[in-house]
């Protein structure tokens, strides 16, 4: 090793940590911020420095108890027991119990009072506090209680240290909750041969640590050297701020759709049956409506919905109006549809905005949560997030909406796709799709799709064609970050350290 390389690059805490040990061989934690003059911090800090260096020994040699001050006891160190203050208040004036009761906080006044009564350091007298001879000649220093707290509150304090009638005082403040007693590793620190060798070539020096402009208009660092700084010394894992990778995922996916030109929308958790399902031909004796299946609202318990419409999908319910078909021929309840529900998808929003009666060709997304009463399982989660997407336009057909999701999931990285035909109430025809997980060697169904039924459609006045997808945003992020369990996507059972090991930009497999 260069000793003098390595004197010249060492901080000057450790310079102070190696002149200390340089004269006394072995000495504790506690032993050096005495000697040095340095904080426990500080000199914890120089330990990790030097022993990465090699400069020193840093070895266990038994448990010490250590009294620290609370957070209440750091206060009371700084402004004084309850018992002095109140004291100091009463010092040149008697005042009222009620009076001193609001100058005081409840605990410290209850605290207080009784105990300056049973030392006899206050007279109470109709309802008056006066302060007694013993009262004034206990102001003139501070008690033992106050002294202990404030030498605690520069450093922690061995028990071994202290007298027995000092260790009173201890469970005094103890029982008060105003100190602990922590048991604690003691720290046996020897300089090593190469520490006492690079000991005898450092001096403690007036260096430069930070240069201001005052030094700089000054002039006075021309005749002062700068401190060095060791850009490989060890230094604590931090865990800055960042991004969700989840969150991520959505700005990815926000990108492509809005570089298609896709309009953004968005919606309310909570909405009516009427806009979740009624609106969209499900009859109201489906499954998906039962208590099994959807999360409805205590209170309120019901919302409005548009008479206009209702009216029109009341029809559409019983008869099928002028859509061509016979409708659910089922009885249809408006109050039923007036329950309100955690909206179990987003296509609710899709019809939302479908009723704006906006001029075709348009088109809108959304990337936004849904709540469905599902069994947790590797590929399931009761709130997660949903991919909506529609396009209105004359001459879509079925394969456009293939095209799309091909296209949408190409640039996500999803290569291998299948496209399996599934019975939707609100579209027809409808798709599944399905992509590859490698990790897992499954299919995974990733969203659902289809070209929205007349029955939908005409009660806005809409009759060009009309496709749209509701895909899982949680699946996807599986396969681009290659996890196996949604529960590490979203959820109070996701692995932190996970998150953190993820890259922060998401990279879309080639």
């Keep these: 090793m260069d000793q003098s390389g390595v004197a010249n690059r060492l901080h000057e805490l450790e310079v102070r940590i190696l002149l200390s040990l340089k004269d006394k061989r072995v000495q504790s934690l506690i032993d050096l911020a005495r000697n040095t003059g340095l904080n426990e911090d500080a000199v914890r800090r120089a330990l990790l420095w030097l022993e990465s260096k090699r400069l020193i020994d840093v070895a266990d040699s038994g448990l010490v108890q250590l009294i620290n001050p609370t957070s209440t006891g750091r206060e009371c160190a700084t402004k004084g027991l309850p018992e002095r203050r109140l004291l100091e208040l009463i010092k040149n004036n008697p005042m009222s119990l009620n009076e001193l009761s609001k100058r005081l906080t409840k605990d410290e006044f209850n605290v207080s009072l009784g105990l300056v009564k049973r030392q006899g350091l206050i007279s109470l007298s109709n309802n008056q506090v ?127 759709f809005t570089e298609m030109g896709f309009t953004e929308m968005r ?175 499954k299919w995974i169904e990733l969203g659902n799709s289809g070209v929205f039924r007349p029955e939908v459609l005409l009660p806005f006045g809409i009759k060009s064609p009309v496709i749209a997808w509701g895909l899982a945003l949680e699946r996807l992020a599986m396969f681009v970050y290659d996890i196996d369990d949604i529960r590490q996507c979203l959820g109070h059972t996701v692995d932190f350290n996970q998150i953190r090991s993820k890259e922060l930009l998401v990279k879309v497999k080639k």
Excluded at 178 to 201: F, P
Excluded at 205 to 217: E, G, N, S, Y
């Design 267 to 441: 919606s309310n958790y909570v909405d009516s049956c009427f806009w979740n399902y009624d609106v969209m031909f499900f009859p109201q004796d489906h499954p998906d409506r039962s208590i099994m299946d959807t999360f409805y609202l205590k209170y309120p318990l019901t919302g409005k919905v548009p008479v206009d419409y209702a009216s029109i999908i009341k029809k559409v319910q019983e008869t099928g109006w002028i859509s061509g078909s016979k409708g659910r021929r089922l009885k249809w309840d408006v109050n039923e549809s007036k329950k309100l529900i955690l909206r179990c998808h987003t296509t609710q929003t899709s019809f939302r905005y479908l009723a704006k009666k906006l001029k075709p060709p348009y088109k809108f997304f959304s990337v936004d949560r849904v709540f469905r009463n599902e069994t947790v399982d590797y590929k399931h989660l009761p709130e997660f997030h949903q991919v909506e997407g529609f396009i209105v336009d004359e001459g879509l057909n079925f394969s456009n909406l293939l095209g799309c999701l091909k296209e949408f999931y190409n640039k996500m990285g999803v290569k291998q796709l299948r496209f399996k035909p599934t019975y939707n109430p609100y579209t027809e025809p409808s798709s599944e799709v399905f992509g590859y997980f490698p990790n897992l060697g």
């Design 130 to 256: 006066k302060i007694t001879s013993l009262g004034v000649e206990s102001l003139k220093k501070d008690s033992p209680e106050q002294e202990l707290l404030i030498k605690a509150l520069k450093k922690p304090i061995d028990m071994e240290d202290l007298n027995q009638s000092i260790k009173n005082v201890v469970d005094n403040l103890k029982e008060r909750g105003l100190i602990t007693v922590d048991l604690n590793k003691i720290k046996s620190i020897k300089i090593t041969t190469e520490g006492l060798e690079v000991s005898k070539q450092v001096k403690i020096k007036d260096l430069i640590r930070q240069l201001t402009p005052d030094i700089i208009q000054s002039k006075s660092w021309e005749n002062k050297s700068f401190s060095s700084y060791d850009v490989l010394a060890p230094v604590p894992r931090t865990f800055p701020g960042r991004k969700h990778f989840l969150y991520q995922v959505m700005e990815m996916i926000k990108s492509f």
